[in-house]
């Protein structure tokens, strides 16, 4: 995907057009009018404590709130007092409402194993498991770290720490061992769940051996839970490490959910920062699910009978939000899939779709243009009908993709529902509601149910449509960010220090003329890679650690594919050349401290770095040289022009060995 100069993306903005919905898809939608919904969304901003009452009144309560709203940001609460349980809401609700034999959950593993769970099915192996993690000794407030592909095991962990309203994170399994180290020292759980090993484009993940790595010399960890996956031989330490099969096999079937008020912390995610240090985002419990329960019902205009799939991997907030919370408070089935979307062949994305009649489907751009590149044939043999609502969210979805989507994936039969959101925003305020809101190819959609969004310059003041600016927040809604783990004072300087009284998304964004929001891209250096969050500060660290490397510069180039990619520019100590070797160790040591998505998918060794007086490494310049080939802004803080043209031309010289 090529890089979009402001003056072409206001132009494209200006030239998008809006597609309406069918008037029989509206009328089949959950609100049935167009009308409905926008009465819904004008209760929703202008009295919007009206609102969420209406909302959460759908759900299951063990106490009813004391108040809907109160504080504002940073410090906020929604349902003050109101006393229930998420894992309740999610599965023991439609218990009561006859759902027992409807399907739930179904998993498919990468070599095609599958397993199915009906909502009894699962609510009895959620309370097993709920009753297992009581066996450890965990109350409410304790902390479980689960390092598990997208597993049926994984979900049931999940719920099961929602049952007793245990803290629970979940790290991405494709992370190293000291990705994962730093994570779990920060975060200090008493139990850990993870497996012998998992797939992935036929190789085998080695999990268990990296847990033991990386949780030595961590004293609060005092068990670790194995699912045999693989049937790899692992080490299994006595006392500590115990098999999930063996401990399922005598566990009870009763177990009560725990009584949580609505503000009380249930999650915890890593997401990475601009210092490099990851942030632990704490979300609460019951107003988290709550929240995803009302986003996820409308933006997917869920049915009782929709197979859903979000292709997310458990380790990113994007499966908590869409695959469990958002799809079993609606009581739909959700299908959690192991491994590659195009392993072993570029046709497995559709063979899923055909073989579970997949209706709503959750994905990222990224997958999209991944499919867009492979071309049609490997889509022709399969019945895709079934597909009626494709979102995204992860990283901008250029109209060119849209397109491709709506007309060669859909037949111009689907909605298409692209998002915007974050970690710290859990769901996603900027979307369209499914079969009701016009869509827009490449917008982010409306200012969505409930939230105060605007562009903003500087100073906090709203800027005028098709002006770029500042993406805030006015006002929280109940699944924003509740503050950082163990460090209340960032969770401040992050977020709220930027705009008085607003959450600083440190994106920039344009409104457009029909009120559609176009997130543009980061402000600060953290950018999406194939929908990952990564932090330059972090990539940069890893590079300097590797021998030889003396600095070391990372940016995000435009990919066809992913999005951004991450490229690299690298100072090498004296006494150390440049070659194949010492890009092979960079790579290598990226690997290491964080994981394959981050590598850099091109390294430059200069011995120049462009910098202002102070020092401070102008990477917005090296971005113009790799995209540009030239620099175009200004550069009267560049201390030494010459480094400029250094640059330039060990980056021609690169780019020509590499066409040659």
Same mark, same amino acid.
């Given at each position: ?73 940073? $410090? ?40 199915? $769970? ?224 195009? $392993? ?317």
């Amino acid at each position: 995907m090529a890089e979009v100069k402001p003056e072409e993306q206001l132009k494209m903005i200006r030239a998008s057009k809006l597609y309406y919905p069918a008037r029989e898809k509206v009328k089949q939608s959950v609100l049935g009018s167009v009308d409905a919904f926008n009465s819904l969304l004008r209760k929703s901003w202008e009295d919007p404590a009206a609102f969420w009452a209406e909302m959460a009144g759908e759900l299951y309560w063990i106490k009813p709130w004391e108040k809907v709203m109160e504080g504002q940001l940073p $410090y906020f609460k929604f349902f003050v007092g109101g006393v229930t349980n998420p894992c309740y809401n999610m599965i023991d609700r439609h218990l009561e409402r006859g759902a027992d034999n409807r399907m739930a959950l179904i998993w498919e593993g990468e070599d095609y194993q599958t397993k199915f $769970y009906t909502y009894r099915m699962l609510h009895a192996e959620v309370c097993k498991f709920a009753n297992v993690l009581k066996g450890f000794g965990l109350h409410k407030g304790d902390r479980v770290a689960i390092f598990l592909p997208n597993l049926a095991e994984t979900v049931i962990a999940v719920l099961a720490c929602y049952r007793l309203g245990v803290l629970f994170n979940t790290v991405f399994s494709g992370f190293s061992v000291r990705a994962l180290k730093d994570r779990l020292i920060n975060y200090e759980p008493q139990v850990v769940v993870t497996a012998d090993g998992g797939y992935r484009r036929g190789r085998e993940i080695p999990l268990k051996s990296r847990v033991d790595e990386a949780i030595e010399g961590i004293e609060s960890i005092k068990s670790v839970v194995v699912v045999k996956r693989t049937g790899t031989e692992i080490n299994m330490q006595p006392e500590r490490d115990h098999w999930w099969h063996e401990l399922m096999a005598k566990a009870g079937l009763d177990c009560p959910p725990e009584p949580m008020e609505a503000n009380e912390p249930g999650l915890v995610f890593y997401t990475s920062g601009t210092t490099g240090k990851p942030k632990g985002v704490v979300h609460s419990s019951v107003a988290f699910v709550i929240n995803n329960y009302v986003y996820g019902r409308f933006h997917m205009d869920h049915h009782e009978n929709d197979m859903f799939w979000c292709t997310a991997d458990i380790g990113w907030l994007t499966m908590h939000i869409w695959g469990i919370a958002g799809a079993l408070a609606n009581g739909v089935t959700t299908i959690f899939y192991e491994g590659a979307l195009d $392993y072993p062949q570029p046709d497995r994305f559709y063979q899923i779709i055909s073989k579970y009649r997949v209706n709503k489907l959750f994905t990222a751009p990224t997958a999209i243009r991944m499919l867009m590149r492979y071309g049609e044939k490997y889509m022709e043999p399969y019945d895709l009908s079934c597909l009626d609502v494709l979102s995204l969210v992860g990283e901008p979805f250029n109209p060119e993709a849209w397109h491709w989507a709506h007309e060669k994936l859909g037949k111009g039969r689907i909605y298409i529902n692209n998002t915007w959101g974050q970690t710290e925003t859990a769901g996603c305020p900027l979307a369209g509601a499914a079969w009701v809101t016009p869509m827009k190819p490449g917008s982010c959609g409306i200012q969505f149910l409930g939230a105060q969004m605007d562009v903003v310059d500087e100073e906090g003041n709203s800027l005028p449509p098709e002006t770029p600016g500042n993406l805030i927040m006015r006002r929280p809604i109940p699944m924003l960010v509740r503050t950082l783990w163990r460090e209340p004072e960032r969770y401040v300087r992050e977020y709220f220090s930027q705009v008085e009284g607003c959450y600083f998304s440190n994106d920039q964004a344009i409104k457009d003329r029909d009120g559609h929001y176009w997130v543009l891209g980061r402000i600060d250096d953290v950018f999406n890679v194939a929908g990952h969050r990564l932090s330059t500060m972090e990539m940069e660290s890893a590079i300097i650690e590797c021998e030889g490397v003396a600095e070391a510069a990372v940016i995000g180039v435009p990919d066809e594919i992913k999005g951004l990619v991450p490229v690299a520019f690298v100072t090498l100590r004296q006494g150390y050349e440049p070659g194949p070797e010492m890009e092979q160790a960079v790579k290598n040591k990226v690997i290491e401290n964080i994981s394959k998505i981050a590598v850099p998918g091109q390294i430059y060794f200069t011995s120049v770095m462009p910098k202002t007086p102070s020092g401070k490494i102008m990477r917005r310049l090296l971005k113009e040289i790799v995209v540009e080939g030239d620099i175009k802004g200004d550069i009267t803080g560049l201390e030494d022009i010459g480094a400029v043209e250094q640059i330039k031309a060990i980056v021609a010289a690169k780019k020509l060995k590499n066409r040659a």
